[in-house]
């Protein structure tokens, strides 16, 4: 991770469908989305507002359970998607996650979730 103040891990599974947060300059703040690609679903999300006042990133939060040489397999599960949140700029910016197939493109989204951002100085 290159440079800044990084807030303490704050990780937790998202379950209300909306949030706020308040960052400076600098800090990142990260969560946890219910996963559940062993169904066909991922999360996507979109920024509404300035581009540069905050970077998004997201990733698997943990990898798949290996099996044991000669055991059983792991049973199925979903991995959730941790999501960094990371303050470049004054301003204010709210993405917008949705849990969806990406084959479906008329239904719409399983489970969304909107995420407010004001970074100030």
Avoid: C
């Avoid at 300059?25 to 581009?51: C, I």
């Avoid at 990898?63 to 204010?92: C, D, F, M, W």
């Amino acid at each position: 991770m290159s440079g800044g103040l990084v807030m303490p891990l704050h990780l937790f599974l998202v379950y209300d469908m909306r949030a706020r947060i308040e960052l400076k300059v600098g800090e990142g703040h990260d969560f946890s989305l219910e996963g559940l690609g062993s169904a066909g679903y991922s999360w996507t999300f979109q920024l509404e507002g300035p581009g540069d006042v905050a970077n998004i990133s997201m990733t698997a939060a943990q990898g798949p359970t290996k099996p044991k040489p000669g055991g059983l397999p792991p049973e199925s599960y979903s991995i959730n998607e941790l999501v960094r949140v990371q303050a470049k700029k004054i301003g204010h910016v709210t993405a917008h996650f949705a849990l969806r197939r990406s084959w479906e493109k008329d239904i719409p989204p399983l489970k969304e979730y909107d995420l407010e951002i004001l970074v100030t100085k």
